[in-house]
Structures are given as C-alpha cells and as structure tokens.
C-alpha cells in the first residue's frame, strides 16, 4: 500500500509500490494515452530529461525521439512503448536508485491478474525473503545488481573487456 507520494526517484526506488505507468512518474515518465498506438500495444509516454536518460542506459543507445506532447513536468521528449514495457524499466529504476533487490509479483485475484514491483533493502531482504517466497510461491522474481565490474548497471565483457 502506498503511505505517500515519494519526493525524489531514490525514494520510490524503495518502498514505493510501483503497479504501472502512473506511478513510473515519478522517475520522469509521463503516461499519455493508449490510443495512440493504431494497434494497441503501445503508449504514448513523454519523457523528462532524467527518463530520457534512462531509456538511453536501459537500450544502452543514444535515442533520436520525437518532441514531447507535453511540457507541464519538464518533458523533453516523447516515445511510444509497449504497455508491458513498464514492469522492465521499474525493476530498472529500483536498483539504479539504490534497491538491493527488486521484487517483481504477478498475481492472480478472482477475475484478474495483476503485477507490481517494489524495491527493497539489504535489511528488508535479508530478514523477509522467505516469508515473500511463501506469500507467491509461482509470482515471483527477484532481480539484484551484479556485482561483476562494469559501469553503473551494465557488465563488462569478460574476453573483450568492453563495457560499451
């Protein structure tokens, strides 16, 4: 459950219950429209300098994107991204802002399923991942930083040496 609206990305990174593009706001992506895309899959999300940036460590590519639809939160850009797209760039989000580890759930109520992801600390981790193990025991990933060298969130090539 959400208790507040988180101040800064490294405070939704953990303890911030994200369930969808609404709440990926927080690390400057603003959801527009669905009905954007001709066929349904997309979303129209603008994006502030800091989600540009994002999108440009997560594809690991600089981006040449369409202007922004909007400009009421700073944005800078626009891009149209598949809806299931958000799960991904949360668990991102989670542990480039500080996470040790973020949980990602899918569940299932009685007429529908339903996902989140929520970063979580070494100490929240440690003392309560049995208990999450027990809670969805089919549900649930569980995605950590490497600790392989690189830079930031990516890995080096182990025979080139290449990170980039």
Known sequence: MKAKSPNSPQEAA??????????????GFIK???????IGIRVLVDLT???????????????????????SDGQVASLMLPWEMWRDIAVYCCLKYGA?????????????????VEGKTEEEYNQRVED?????????????????????????????????
């Open 49 to 71: 300098q800091e989600a540009l940036g994002i999108m440009e460590e997560f594809l690991s590519t600089k981006l040449a994107i369409g202007n922004n639809w909007n400009s």
């Open 100 to 116: 040790y580890a973020a949980l990602s759930v899918s569940y299932k109520c009685e007429d529908y399923s339903s996902y989140f």
């Open 14 to 27: 953990v303890g911030y219950i994200i369930e969808g593009w609404g709440d990926l706001r927080h690390f």
């Open 132 to 164: 999450w193990h027990k809670v969805w025991p089919n549900g649930m990933m569980l995605y950590f930083r490497s600790n392989e060298p690189g830079d930031g969130l990516r890995n080096r090539h182990f025979f080139s040496g290449r990170v980039r």
């Open 32 to 38: 527009l429209t669905g009905e954007s895309c001709g």
